[in-house]
């Protein structure tokens, strides 16, 4: 049986299309419907954007931000988020705090438990270095883990050396002696490094790994050093320089002022904690190079914060002494640091050497590409809006239009890429 609509059901059908297509169009920024309304809308033309400040992005189906929980081990590289943070926990008037964000530091020195506490959701971000990321990579992804490089810390610049007992000068003295160090750490890296770029012989180097100390963590080698059980030891600031002060005669005989492009720290994401709060680990990336950017203004108040840091048990006076040993990394050294695809940046370059130390060692059975995995798409597409130098800019709708689908495509490759600027 046919049903017959009278001609008012028809003006009704054809107004219920209308409002649709209308609502449509000004979902989709097309038309301004506010005009007649009276409301706000976010494609106002004459509307400035504030470049300084993030977009807003959906970020999980809480209306908060999650909290992140960050590995970190006693380095005074780390200062950028305690800054930020006002501690090991977030203080309400902190950077963080009044970001919205909840950020609570995990001092982990053990670099296995570390990457392992990552790999089982006990921790969502991991403060550690490009070299061991390199194992760490391809373990988690052999596990079928996913995570990805989303900010640049610092360059060690001095932080990390070899120390030598009196009598041993260089490397190459190093022979025959026995050196302690914790493996698979930046330390064992640096006297890698140090070693294959000497002038002794691949039996020479073999001998000292050989007969090599190793320690559980990077603090123990230090410790060895300074009670006289090692002839020398690899470690990093503060431990390194206490040794050397302990023991008459010692002193540094190979550092990162010397292979100054070498150890860099890096925060490392999950995929799963990104690809569900991207906005939350938006605003913590910004935050941390707040804080970078409050160091460099206020440095007094810097350390004297690290003072208080009671696990750190490194004094303010230290912490400006430790702090001259590395290079607290901004926007533009980040940039520099990530490179764009094929262009041979630092990044690429520590991830390749480090693969080739770890295969060597036979701890990871396949190399990859650096440029496939930790760093990519948000380290070179970082919408406008993100960038840090204070512009603001008036956008049309057609801008904005096309600023929202390189957003949206950014979100989309979230999972295995950074969020730093183009």
Not at 263 to 288: C, E, M, N, R, Y
Not at 394 to 404: A, D, G, L, P, Y
């Amino acid at each position: 049986m046919a049903v017959k609509v009278e001609r008012g059901g028809w003006v009704l059908i054809f107004l219920i299309g209308v409002a649709l297509v209308g609502y449509s169009l000004n979902r989709y920024g097309v038309i301004d419907l506010s005009k007649w309304t009276g409301g706000k809308s976010a494609s106002n033309s004459g509307e400035a954007v504030d470049a300084s400040k993030p977009l807003l992005i959906p970020a999980s189906s809480s209306s908060s931000d999650a909290e992140v929980r960050v590995r970190v081990n006693v380095w005074v590289g780390c200062v950028g988020g305690l800054v930020a943070n006002g501690g090991l926990d977030t203080q309400p008037d902190s950077i963080y705090g009044k970001k919205g964000l909840k950020v609570s530091f995990k001092i982990i020195d053990d670099w296995t438990e570390g990457a392992a506490a990552l790999a089982t959701d006990n921790v969502d971000v991991m403060l550690t270095t490009a070299d061991v990321y390199a194992k760490d990579y391809a373990q988690f992804k052999e596990k079928g883990f996913g995570s990805h490089t989303f900010l640049m810390v610092d360059w060690s610049r001095g932080a990390d050396g070899v120390i030598g007992k009196q009598g041993i000068n260089s490397i190459e003295d190093l022979a025959g002696k026995t050196v302690a160090f914790a493996p698979y750490t930046p330390s064992h890296f640096l006297l890698w490094n140090g070693l294959k770029t000497s002038g002794l012989g691949t039996e020479q180097r073999n001998e000292i790994f050989a007969k090599a100390v190793h320690t559980k963590d990077g603090i123990e080698p230090a410790t060895l050093f300074a009670q006289e059980k090692v002839d020398a030891a690899v470690a990093w600031d503060p431990d390194m320089s206490d040794a050397v002060a302990k023991r008459p005669g010692s002193k540094k005989i190979y550092d990162t002022k010397i292979a100054n492009r070498l150890i860099a720290d890096i925060l490392v994401v999950s995929d799963s904690f990104s690809a569900k709060h991207p906005q939350t680990t938006l605003k913590f990336a910004q935050g941390w190079l707040e804080g970078v950017e409050f160091i460099k203004n206020q440095p007094e108040r810097a350390y004297n914060l690290i003072g208080t840091v009671k696990d750190f048990n490194i004094p303010s006076d230290l912490a400006k002494t430790m702090l001259g040993g590395v290079k607290l990394a901004d926007y533009s050294d980040n940039r520099a640091f990530m490179g764009t695809a094929g262009s041979n940046a630092d990044y690429a370059n520590i991830l390749g050497m480090a693969q080739d130390m770890y295969r060597e060692l036979r701890i990871i059975k396949h190399t990859f590409n650096p440029e496939d995995s930790p760093t990519d798409a948000m380290s070179r597409s970082w919408p406008t809006a993100f960038q840090w130098p204070q512009l603001k800019r008036r956008s049309s709708i057609k801008n904005r239009r096309v600023e929202r689908l390189r957003l949206l495509r950014n979100i989309g490759r979230f999972t295995s890429t950074p969020i730093l600027p183009p």
